[in-house]
């Protein structure tokens, strides 16, 4: 295995536009602080959107799933028809 790179090379490779994907390629903080933005990234997008099936029943959408949501919020939804079998 190959000894990991300065902070100063990775600096510098980053500046030039090269990509960095490997863990041998970045600085040991550099991964960490990586996996971290990438976590908080992925719970931020999964705590925004939640996708869920409804009912149209006498003009209005009756969700069909439990809402965790405080009385009259407003929400922002998509419709598609749901394909039955």
């Known amino acids: 295995m190959s000894q990991r790179v300065t902070e100063a090379e990775l600096l510098a490779r980053i500046e030039r536009g090269e990509r960095v ?15 971290h933005l990438m976590t908080m990234q992925a719970d931020s997008a999964r705590d925004r959107f939640r996708k869920i099936r409804a ?15 405080p009385e009259g919020s407003e929400v922002e939804i998509l419709v598609r028809p ?3 079998n």
């Open 55 to 69: 009912r149209f029943r006498n003009g209005a959408l009756v969700p069909l799933d439990p809402l965790d949501l």
């Open 21 to 35: 994907e490997s863990p041998e390629e970045m600085t040991e903080a550099y991964r960490d602080n990586l996996v």
């Open 82 to 84: 749901f394909p039955k």
